[in-house]
């Protein structure tokens, strides 16, 4: 995923729209980016350019993405429930001013959804290893081929191309 590709092919009102939506809470921006930048670069290293394309290290790169800006918010939020429901806010509209296919969405919002839930779940654990967890869950996703099977998936990853 080349986000200055991503961005560039965003309109300039959804962007503003999206900057205003940052501002709403200027101190979680930070943590936003870190996060970003950290599930980029475990991506990569543990998948290389694959994470870019829509199979399962996809899978991995949107749920541990989630996971990570919940947990990077917490230190602010100081409460699960308000990163959990942040880090949608802020996940879904990016993901809805990005220019992608609708099964390509649909599969985004789900495993963005299972790395949000998973945070809720493991949070309070010192010892659980994130990248191991979410690397298991990405092996045992589902590949999907239309939208209506995303439902039949409530606790898997799922992705569309090998």
């Not at 541990?64 to 947990?71: F, G, P, V």
Request: hydrophobic share 40%; proline share 1%.
């Amino acid at each position: 995923m080349n986000l200055w590709k991503k961005l560039k092919r965003i309109s300039l009102i959804k962007l503003v729209k999206f900057s205003f939506l940052l501002l709403q809470k200027p101190l979680l921006i930070l943590p936003i980016l870190k996060a970003t930048k950290q599930a980029l670069q475990v991506s990569q290293k543990l998948y290389g350019n694959t994470h870019n394309t829509n199979g399962k290290a996809n899978a991995f790169r949107h749920a541990y993405w989630n996971y990570l800006i919940c947990e990077k918010t917490l230190n602010f939020t100081k409460n699960e429930q308000k990163s959990a429901i942040w880090t949608e806010k802020v996940v879904d509209y990016y993901e809805k001013v990005t220019k992608n296919d609708i099964l390509d969405t649909e599969m985004d919002f789900h495993n963005n959804e299972i790395g949000r839930k998973q945070f809720l779940i493991h949070f309070e654990e010192k010892s659980f290893n994130s990248v191991q967890f979410f690397q298991n869950m990405a092996q045992n996703a589902q590949k999907i081929t239309k939208i209506q099977e995303i439902q039949h998936f409530d606790n898997q990853l799922v992705y569309i191309s090998d």
